[in-house]
């Protein structure tokens, strides 16, 4: 501690080891140079089409590696609120259920409301599924430019709400933890005030939150990214938005409809926070944990060391920094379970 406050500690103290250069593995430091390299090369997704780039990232093409998907997995439609339209969820089961069903994770894909799908993480979420013992689905809404907000959001509330009422029956498990990964973490905190707000929350037991945007009014660590912060910068982040909300007014942006840092947080689940310290969207993550924690819910908040956006969709049989992020959320899962 500085001597010259060691008479007026601080009531909000940090470990900000993680921030500490000589705390980064090397091999993540590889891992930011390539995938900046690699970014430096490829088209961008408003230059080819959205359409385009998403083929491309199946395959492996963008700063991500290609899809793998697992054995098992499976599908089922569930209604929505358009009368005769459904909407896609990819199912993954512990490949040896317990005798008692643990549950249902419900997660949400990133890719800044444009790219993603439910079947571009099968590795993560069948490594939640074995780990944890909860069948995980993940939503396969719809996406901009060609559907713009809230069409991605009234897709995962109603696949949220019809959980809350038939999980048990269809799949054998209650709704118990929401989770996603940047646009999806977003959504996921969305989707849980939705749930609270219709007194419908009330079996969800956590809550994790990786990397998300919680003030789509651009908060300063994305304002001031570098040109060279790995798989977001403010320009892509600005597309984004762009893509998904298009003009919307700065003061709209600034409300619980399209962010969760401004909604009456009160009454929620516990929630893990899990960001890189080489996200651009860092403090997005610390703003929500102390919003989360002021509103009297439990939150924790946990900085990987030179993780970039994204690292945990990297494979973390190969990628140490995603085994590091998917044994964190591991980790909180089952202290609540």
């Known amino acids: 501690m500085d001597t010259a406050l060691s008479k007026v500690p601080s009531d909000c103290v940090y470990d900000l080891s993680a921030f500490d250069p000589a ?3 090397p091999q993540t430091i590889q891992l930011n140079r390539s995938i900046y390299s690699k970014s430096q090369e490829d088209a961008k997704w408003w230059e080819v089409g959205a359409e385009v780039y998403r083929d491309m990232r199946e395959k492996g093409q963008a700063a991500f590696p290609a899809f793998k998907y697992v054995e098992g997995a499976t599908n089922i439609d569930i209604p929505s609120r ?5 909407v896609l969820c990819r199912v993954i089961k512990p490949s040896t259920p317990s005798t008692q069903q643990r549950g249902i994770f419900l997660h949400i894909h990133g890719g800044g409301w444009v790219l993603g799908t439910a079947k571009g993480q099968d590795h993560l979420l069948s490594h939640i599924a074995e780990n944890t013992g909860l069948t995980v689905l993940s939503v396969e809404y719809r996406l901009a430019p060609e559907h713009k907000y809230p069409a991605a959001l009234h897709d995962c509330e109603d696949v949220a709400e019809w959980l809350v009422t038939n999980s048990e029956a269809t799949l054998g498990g209650k709704l118990c933890f929401l989770g996603g990964e940047s646009a999806g973490a977003t959504l996921c905190a969305l989707v849980l005030l939705h749930l609270k707000e219709r007194n419908k929350a009330a079996e969800i037991k956590g809550v994790a939150l990786s990397y ?18 790995p798989i977001l910068t403010l320009e892509d982040a600005e597309r984004f938005y762009s893509a998904y909300i298009e003009d919307m007014p700065l003061e709209v942006r600034k409300t619980r409809a399209v962010s969760p840092a401004y909604a009456d947080l009160s009454g929620l689940c516990p929630a893990l926070f899990l960001v890189g310290t080489e996200d651009a969207l860092v403090d997005d993550s610390v703003l929500m944990h102390f919003r989360w924690l002021r509103a009297g819910n439990p939150a924790a908040l946990r900085f990987v060391p030179g993780a970039p956006h994204g690292f945990t969709l990297f494979d973390a049989a190969a990628v140490e920094v995603a085994k590091s992020g998917w044994q964190i959320t591991i980790d909180f899962i089952r202290s609540l379970l």
């Open 23 to 25: 705390n980064v593995n």
């Open 212 to 229: 998300g945007c919680f003030d789509l009014s651009i908060l300063p660590s994305l304002k001031l990214a570098p040109s060279t912060s």
């Open 82 to 86: 358009e009368t005769g339209r459904t």
